[in-house]
């Protein structure tokens, strides 16, 4: 059974970093590329981060560039990603993904962690 579960979400003011965690089961994680997505209240879901199966290639986001990192652990399964600087309009749920490629739709998803930047 195919599981991604985040974790490290929470409410954090306005200045503050996280860092999320996506494990990952099921499935051979070293062979997939892996995404973060976040989608905020009434918004479309939006492509964050993405990293290479073996992590030699990240792209992000314009709104995040400079201010999250993409990184994975392939011993452990896991994909995180630290965000830094954070603004009000990061808030929003965010998930982790997992595909055949860094530009391919993912065919699995986790069920999100909610993060909130607030004061």
């Known amino acids: 059974q195919v599981q991604l579960v985040e974790s490290g979400g929470g409410l954090v003011q306005p200045g503050g970093s996280l860092t999320l965690s996506c494990a990952a089961s099921?499935?051979?994680?070293?062979?997939?590329?892996m995404s973060w997505y976040r989608q905020a209240p009434s918004k479309e879901r939006e492509k964050v981060a993405a990293?290479?199966?073996?992590?030699?290639?990240?792209n992000y986001a314009d709104s995040v560039k400079g201010r999250f990192t993409i990184s994975r652990d392939n011993t452990k399964n896991t994909v995180f990603l630290q965000m830094n600087s954070l603004k009000p309009e990061d808030t929003a749920v965010y998930y982790c993904?997992?595909?055949?490629?860094?530009?391919?739709?993912?065919?699995?998803w986790g069920q999100g962690t909610q993060v909130t930047v607030s004061s």
């Open positions: 993904a997992a595909g055949s490629y860094i530009s391919s739709r993912p065919h699995y």
């Open positions: 099921g499935f051979t994680f070293s062979s997939h590329a």
């Open positions: 990293i290479t199966s073996a992590g030699g290639f990240t």
